[in-house]
């Protein structure tokens, strides 16, 4: 997301999570994906940007759903920042 400047579940090209797992070959059969951007005060607080990342998530119906689904068998993390001063979390 932050090579192709987006933030969101469907790629620029109109990929979609699936499609990315298809593609990686990986065998699933249900997935889900959180993302968000946040523009920190302090890039060095990595507990207040994480915290912010994890408060919108539970706040959110949708997303609070997928971090507690007990069906996911993996679960993962991405931070990365971009060059505006963002920080995007998948």
């Known amino acids: 997301m932050v090579d192709a ?5 469907e790629t620029p090209g109109g990929r979609t999570l699936p499609d990315q797992y298809d593609r990686a070959g990986y065998d699933w ?4 994906e959180n993302v968000a ?3 920190p005060n302090d890039l060095d607080d990595a507990t207040a940007i ?3 990342f994890v408060d ?5 119906p949708g997303h609070r759903e ?4 007990a069906d ?3 679960k ?3 931070v990365d920042y971009a060059a505006d001063g963002a920080v995007l979390a998948t």
């Open 37 to 39: 951007k946040h523009y």
């Open 5 to 9: 400047d987006f933030t969101g579940h």
């Open 72 to 74: 996911w068998r993996v």
């Open 56 to 60: 919108s998530w539970l706040d959110s």
């Open 50 to 52: 994480s915290q912010t």
């Open 66 to 69: 997928n971090v507690f689904d």
């Open 29 to 32: 059969r249900q997935c889900g």
């Open 76 to 78: 993962s993390i991405d």
